[in-house]
Every structure is written in C-alpha cells, then in structure tokens.
C-alpha cells in the first residue's frame, strides 16, 4: 500500500486526469440521488453506450423517485426492455417503493441505508452515497477492481472486490474531499484506459506507482453454451394496423418472468420455408441461435403449447415489456414502430420463401 505522501499522488494525478479527460455523460450532470441511481443501476454490466440510449428515455417516464414508485411493474419493464438483467430494474422500482413508504421520499444519504433497501448492492450503495451525497467510501466494479489488482500487482482472482480485499486498499485510497469524482475517475480510467485488453499504459495518469505496467493474465472466461431454438411471427391485417401475436413468460420463471415473447415454433412447422430472420442472442453464458418464421395468422397449431398468448397492436408494442430478444428480432424485421422505416407492405406470415429471403438479405444482411 502506497504512503501517505504516495497516497496524496495517487489521488492528485487521478483526479487531475478525470478532469481534464472525463466523458461528457448526462448522469454526470446532477447531483440528484434517483437520476445518479437510475444510471448506476443500468450501468451494471451493461455498456455505457447502451445506457446512453435507455437512460434519457427511461428518466423522461419516471422523472423522480415517486413516478417510478408509483408505476406499474409492466410499465418499468417496458422502459427496460432490451438491457436485459431485468431483475435490475424490478429492483429498483421495489426499492422506490420502499424510498416512499418507509422514507418519505427521501434517497438514504449513506451508503449502509441505501444498502438496506431492497435489490441495493455494496456497489451501488457506495457509488450513490459517494457521488450524490459525498460519503467517503470506495465504489469497486469490475472496472476499478482491475485497476486496483494491475497497480499493486495482484494475482486476477475472481470475487476479490466481493471478499473484501480490495475494498480495504480502496478505502484507504478514496479521496475524503472529491469522494464522488474519485470514485467515478477510478471507473473511468478502468472503462477508457486500463483495459482488459491491450490496455493503454502510456496514458495512464498512475503508470509510475503501477506494479504491473500492461495486460497480466485473467482468469479464465467462462466457457459459452449455445442453443438453437425456432421463434414465430404471426401479424394480423396490413402495416401500420397490424397486430402481432406474443406470449407472456410464467411468472414463476426462472428467466424474465411475466415478459413477452414471440411464441415459439414446434418441430417440423416451418414447412420447408425459409426463416425471415437468423439472429444470435447472447443472455448470461447461453449463445443462442434463433430462427424466426413468419406464419399466417390462421396457423396457430404450428406452435408449441406455451403460455398465455394474445395479439397485440403494433402501435402497442413499446408499451409491453418484451424480452431483449424480440425486441431485437421484431426491430429487425421492421415490425416495431420508429424502427427502420415504415415496416412490410404486407403481413410478413404471408410472404412467399423467396419474397421472404429477398427481403431478409437486402434490408438485414448477415449477423
């Protein structure tokens, strides 16, 4: 661990880099404990470019803590829908809820208060009551974790921010006046600079007190399992008045419970036709390879017996919470509204196997 002269070092080059090298993000841009929340929760394991495009939209819905508190689940993962991990957002809208009945409204403004709410991680709890309130805590991610692991040049073990080892060090390196900022710097130098890969050692603002100085070993990647499965596109009547028939998920499942789905095709119902639409879609270690048909509205025999089902308008589409997956694929094909021009001319179950793979190569290409 670095002296306290050393320590001073370290939090005055770290810092004077943030400053002159931070993003422009617009979480950054309050100082208000829901909006610092909403993004800190988005942002686990999430990209931060994929957060830049749910975050505005998801903070015009609920623009304070009592609008998410006050909304229907249905509608919080409607907003969510496509960012996956949706247990995040189930979450949050749980903890706001706590927020308003058991706080009168009010964020805890420490780290040990806001982990007692419901869904709130070590994290999270740290990151809000450090940058909205200035508590000086460490916040350790994924990204800091390997900051602090290459500086002091320790072993990559799996979990070592979760046991306490580097919280410790990260404790004693927080800066107590700039809590906020020094805990957003040490995730931006992770995110931008010391990459897992190839990180950029020659512009980093600690490389001279860096033990490791480049890229060391990781632990090993888990391996990937992959799956194929067959989805169905059934639309009723022409674009733009068409409905399309989706499947709601058991709420007991152990995968995004209660979220809508295109309904799932049964061995042999694709009849020889070609598919309208080939996607891989990764969620947790799962590859999966996923063919999507278009069928005609009548012929709903050809799927598997799943859930409760019902034909939802297109106009509606955004106002259900679907799964990432068909939001990808019903994106892709067009069906959604605001997406990618006008949609089909014509009810896509009806298109010929030729018309079908025209129209799938000349507007979507390749995955």
Not at 25 to 46: F, G, N
């Amino acid at each position: 661990m670095p002296s306290a002269p050393g320590i001073a070092d370290f939090r005055s080059s770290l810092l004077h880099w943030f400053d002159a090298h931070a993003r422009d993000l617009p979480w950054r841009r309050t100082h208000d404990p829901y909006a610092i929340w909403v993004s800190e929760t988005m942002l686990q394991q999430t990209r931060v470019s994929v957060v830049m495009d749910y975050y505005p939209r998801f903070m015009a819905r609920f623009p304070n803590l009592e609008t998410l508190a006050r909304a229907d689940e249905a509608d919080v993962l409607a907003m969510w829908s496509g960012l996956g991990y949706y247990r995040r957002a189930r979450a949050l809208h749980e903890s706001a809820r706590a927020v308003l009945a058991e706080y009168n409204g009010e964020v805890p403004r420490t780290a040990a208060g806001l982990g007692r709410l419901p869904g709130v991680g070590i994290y999270t709890a740290a990151a809000v009551a450090s940058i909205a309130f200035g508590e000086a805590v460490p916040a350790v991610d994924g990204n800091v974790e390997r900051v602090l692991t290459r500086y002091f040049g320790h072993e990559p073990v799996a979990g070592a921010a979760r046991s306490g080892k580097l919280r410790r060090e990260a404790h004693r390196l927080v800066d107590p006046d700039r809590p906020g900022d020094f805990n957003e710097a040490m995730m931006e130098l992770g995110a931008t600079v010391c990459l897992p890969r190839k990180p950029l050692c020659l512009h980093c603002p600690l490389r001279q007190g860096c033990a490791t100085r480049g890229e060391h070993a990781g632990a090993p990647a888990r391996k990937m399992r992959s799956q194929t499965t067959t989805l169905a596109l059934l639309q009723r009547r022409q674009w733009p008045k068409s409905e399309v028939l989706l499947e709601q998920r058991p709420s007991d499942a152990a995968q995004m419970p209660g979220m809508w789905e295109l309904p799932q095709l049964r061995e042999g119902g694709e009849n020889g036709d070609a598919p309208l639409l080939t996607v891989r879609h990764s969620i947790t270690n799962t590859n999966y390879y996923v063919s999507v048909y278009g069928l005609a509205a009548n012929e709903q025999k050809l799927l598997l017996q799943g859930g409760e089902r019902e034909w939802v308008p297109v106009s509606n589409l955004l106002e259900r919470p679907l799964t990432g997956l068909t939001l990808k694929v019903l994106k892709r094909l067009r069906v959604m509204p605001g997406y990618s021009g006008a949609g089909p001319s014509v009810v896509i179950g009806e298109l010929a196997p030729d018309a079908a793979r025209e129209f799938d190569a000349a507007l979507f290409g390749a995955e």
